[in-house]
Every structure is written in C-alpha cells, then in structure tokens.
C-alpha cells in the first residue's frame, strides 16, 4: 500500500528565506507526484506537476524535483514571502486501476513578516 | 472555463438525512472522483468515475453513491447521513485516468452531521 509521508507537519521561517519541502513515498510505480497548494478554509490549488520520467519542474518561485527511485520529492520555495503561508499537499497518482491519489497529511508554512 | 464547482459550499444535516452534493466541471475531463478530508487522516478516495456511465469504489466508499450520467456532472449521495461523514468533501477530475494528467479540484463542500 503507499505511503505518503510529509515531514515536517509545520514549519515557520522568517520572510525572504529559501525553503525546502519534503515529501517521501513507499511505491516507485507513480503516473506523476503533484504539488499542491491549500489556504486555510479553501480548496486546493495545483502548484506542480512531475510525470513520472521527469526530474523536475519549475514555475516562478517554485521548483519541483522528483527521484522516482529513492522515492522522494522536494518542492522549493525562493525568497519566501508571507503570502506564501499555507498548506503544502504532495500527492502521487499510482500507475494502477484507479490512478488515484494518495496524498500526505501536508506542511502547514507559516512565513513571517 | 469555470473549472471544478461544487454545491453547496456548507451544510448542516441531521442523522439519518440524505443529501447529494454536486460537482461539475466544464474541461470535457472523463476522470472525476470524490475525497474527503478530515483533521489528522489527509485526504482519502471515496468513489471515482473513468467516464459517463462507469464507477467505481475507493478507499472509505461505504455510505455513499455515486452516479455519472454526463461527462460533465458527479454528484455524490449520502444516504443516510451519520456523524463520522462530518468533513470537508472534495471533487476533482482530470483528462484521462490512463494518462498523466493533473488533476484539478473544487473549491469543497463542509458538511457537519450532528
């Protein structure tokens, strides 16, 4: 069965700082691993997407990696800032009959001013 | 495109009650599926659907239905409504369940069961 672990449940930096994400699974046999972004109250919002034969991913502030066979990911944040405080889910999709999800209990951000 | 929405954004039911919430998406996706999610557990699979007319079960499906009779819509029934449903349920859907697609999500529905 996956497993998806995120350690640690939360974090708080000072603004500016640059950050790591973690995110470790059981089971290498992934479709994709996504990044996704949840505000307090809110829906979540798809921050990145890694297939499978990818490394990485970028957009903006935002990197992506990937290491399908270590089973890692890691999401890293530049120059953080306080809008950037939230939830961060990963999540991988199983090359299975389902293709569902399987999330982790995510890092709750805090970035303070 | 207005994407994934969901109603109702919050409901109160009674034990017992039934209700369906209602998800729709307008990105012609085939795959939608339904989560929960509760304090401490993240989120978990209840149903899913690879396209109109097919379903099928998740991780935690006991005590709700589904039914996909467009591509477009995916509402999810409970019906008999019991404390331990109380969560926030989401419905997301994606282009292809064979494919490696991102998957995008509602906004969410909080239901307490009291």
């Known amino acids: 069965k996956q497993e998806v672990t995120q350690i640690p449940a939360a974090l708080s930096v000072p603004e500016g700082e640059n950050l790591v994400l973690n995110c470790s699974f059981t089971?290498?046999?992934?479709?994709?691993l996504q990044w996704f972004r949840q505000d307090p109250g809110k829906g979540l919002t798809s921050l990145l997407l890694?297939?499978?034969?990818?490394r990485e991913q970028t957009s903006g502030r935002l990197n992506a990696s990937l290491d399908k066979s270590s089973g890692r990911s890691t999401l890293y944040i530049a120059a953080s800032q306080p809008g950037d405080s939230a939830t961060y889910l990963c999540?991988?999709?199983?090359?299975?009959?389902?293709?569902?999800?399987?999330f982790g209990k995510g890092i709750t951000l805090s970035v303070r001013p | 495109n207005a994407g994934v929405t969901q109603t109702p954004k919050f409901q109160v039911l009674k034990t017992g009650q039934s209700m369906t919430l209602q998800c729709a998406q307008d990105?012609?996706?085939?795959?939608m599926s339904w989560y929960r999610q509760d304090p401490g557990m993240g989120l978990r699979l209840i149903h899913y659907?690879?396209?109109?007319?097919?379903?099928d079960q998740g991780e935690v499906p006991n005590g709700y239905n589904v039914s996909r009779s467009t591509t477009e819509d995916f509402p999810l029934r409970l019906l008999s409504a019991a404390p331990s449903q109380t969560s926030v349920y989401f419905c997301?859907?994606?282009?292809?369940?064979?494919?490696?697609?991102?998957?995008?999500f509602g906004p969410g529905t909080r239901l307490t069961v009291t």
């Open positions: 999540a991988v999709r199983h090359a299975g009959a389902n293709s569902k999800l399987t």
């Open positions: 997301a859907s994606s282009r292809s369940q064979a494919s490696s697609y991102e998957q995008y």
């Open positions: 990105m012609n996706h085939e795959y």
């Open positions: 089971d290498s046999a992934i479709y994709n």
């Open positions: 659907s690879v396209g109109a007319g097919i379903t």
């Open positions: 890694i297939q499978s034969s990818q």
